[in-house]
Antibody, heavy 116, light 105 residues
């Protein structure tokens, strides 16, 4: 079955960067886009961006433009999301999600805590 | 960037009642709108895609309607497990609405 397994929780200091991985299995990795969505505690969902896993093209939310980079390693069927210049407001659960026309498969989420 | 505005922010109803949730887009998104349900500590669950199509396994009491800029999610008769937060998302630039909390009255 389709599975997305994310890397573990992270604690970072303000100004640092974090890179979260999302390993896929159960389908052809390069046939789907991978999206990243985050949710701060008690807050709304925020779409961050996506990558076409086949050709590597990306699109980012204006909210995160310049701070977020999404990449993929096709040999490892893994997508990555790196967020730089972290601040306390970036404390959130970060999800990867495989979108198709009528289904979405989510990773389990990765808690990133930004604290001095 | 397309902004989605959901209303009301909170909806207080009793089991068995009908729930009507609204999502308005700042510009047309055609029918490219999805609805999600989220419970505490869980990832969102896709309910409706392309404005009116139920996702696999979603009960028939959930229905979606609308096109262009105005969309509605209707739950015909609330079950206890339906009390959660609901989000809309447009699939043009993928922004989410701010959510509607459906709580037990």
């Amino acid at each position: 079955q389709v599975q997305l397994v994310q890397s573990g929780a992270e604690v970072k200091k303000p100004g640092a960067s974090v890179k979260v991985s999302c390993k896929s299995s159960g389908y052809t990795f390069t046939s789907y886009a991978m999206h990243w969505v985050r949710q701060a505690p008690g807050q709304r969902l925020e779409w961050m961006g996506w990558i076409n896993a086949g050709n590597g093209n990306t699109k980012y939310s204006q909210e995160f433009q310049g701070r977020v980079t999404i990449t993929r390693d096709t040999s490892a069927s893994t997508a990555y999301m790196e967020l730089t210049s972290l601040r306390s407001e970036d404390t959130a659960v970060y999800y990867c999600a495989r979108y198709s026309s009528h289904t979405i498969v989510w990773g389990q989420g990765t808690l990133v805590t930004v604290s001095s | 960037e397309i902004v989605l505005t959901q209303s009301p922010a909170t909806l207080s109803l009793s089991p068995g009642e009908r729930a009507t949730l609204s999502c308005r887009a700042s510009q047309s998104v055609s029918s490219y709108l999805a609805w999600y349900q989220q419970k505490p500590g869980q990832a969102p669950r896709l309910l409706i895609y392309d404005a009116s199509n139920r996702a696999t396994g979603i009960p028939a009491r959930f229905s979606g309607s609308g096109s262009g800029t105005d969309f509605t999610l209707t739950i015909s008769s609330l079950e206890p497990e339906d009390f959660a937060v609901y989000y809309c998302q447009q699939r043009s630039s993928y922004t989410f609405g701010q959510g509607t909390k459906l709580e037990i009255k």
